[in-house]
């Protein structure tokens, strides 16, 4: 059983790694929702200007680096939370190809490890037959959605589209692969 559980990972990381691939570049699923920065030329220079460490940047930001903080910046904070504007970057000031073979194969990797786990707890009811393993692969997609697009739309207010195209994108994935891995782990009904 280790054997095909494996080969049933692999085979449902493939099958993501394919979805992914063509929702994105395909399908253009990956584009909606995300806005163009107006004036980019402009926003870069100062980004090149005032950043030199990439990283994750909240703004406005919060001095955290007291463990103390007091009342008096909390409240500064707060009202310049308040006053806008608000939001976050990821930042990285050295370029890099846009497709690179590196980052393929760490998405690649990824998504067969995130099927491996899946594969796993697949493999432990075969008996309730091909299409409720499929509905439990969805189920996975539907709770990662659920926690990581619900809540960057509700903290970081990531747009409703995005959100929405981000969730069905994993729901259609994890069906495609749910599918591949039920049929390889030998579903019983």
Known sequence: MAKRILLAGVAGGLVLFVWGAVSHMVLGLGEIGIS???????VLAALKDNLSAPG???FPGEDVSGTDRTEEQMQRWEEKYRSGPIGILVYDPVGEAPLSPARLLNELLLNIAAALLAAVVLSQVTSVGFFRQVG??????LIAALDIHGSYWNWYRFPVQYTLVGSLDLLMGWLAAGA????LLGSRR
Do not use: K, R, S, V
Not at 36 to 42: F, W
Not at 180 to 183: E, F, Q, R
């Open 56 to 58: 994750f940047y909240f």
């Open 136 to 141: 439990l692969a969805g189920a996975f997609a």
């Open 180 to 183: 591949a891995m039920a049929w």
């Open 36 to 42: 163009t920065i107006p004036n980019e030329d402009a």
